[in-house]
């Protein structure tokens, strides 16, 4: 019996390990603002989830520029998230386009700005893997 209640104890355990081995946390929350010369969007909270970008129809590599898988969340997804902050229940797949347009891999408008170049900061700094 002791045997049996031991292997029981140790099955109800795993079992009820499942969903915490399984959860994967697809989301981040992340401080972004936006300036262009005077503020376009000031420091704000923003939490963003994996797919966002997908979701107004935009197109995420599958590969980025060096062959390596893409997976998870994008700069991208914050930017997408970023306008979906701004501009609320405006900014819809419809009407994504007349706020954030990517051309080939460049912004080529955002937020409801032409744009011919932009530039990030991903924790203070400016990422670089080395390849220019």
Known sequence: MKKFLSILLALVMFISMIPTVLATDNSVTVNFSVFDGSVIMPNEKITVY?????????????????????????????????HKKLYGDAFTPETANNYLVMTYSFMTKSFGK???????????????????
């Open 50 to 82: 994996d797919g966002i970008a997908e979701e107004y129809g935009y197109e995420v590599a599958s590969a980025d520029h060096n062959g390596n898988p893409v997976n998870g969340i994008t700069i991208f997804d914050v930017v997408v998230a970023a």
């Open 114 to 132: 032409d744009t011919a170049s932009a530039g990030f900061f991903l924790n203070n700094r400016m990422p670089n893997d080395g390849i220019y």
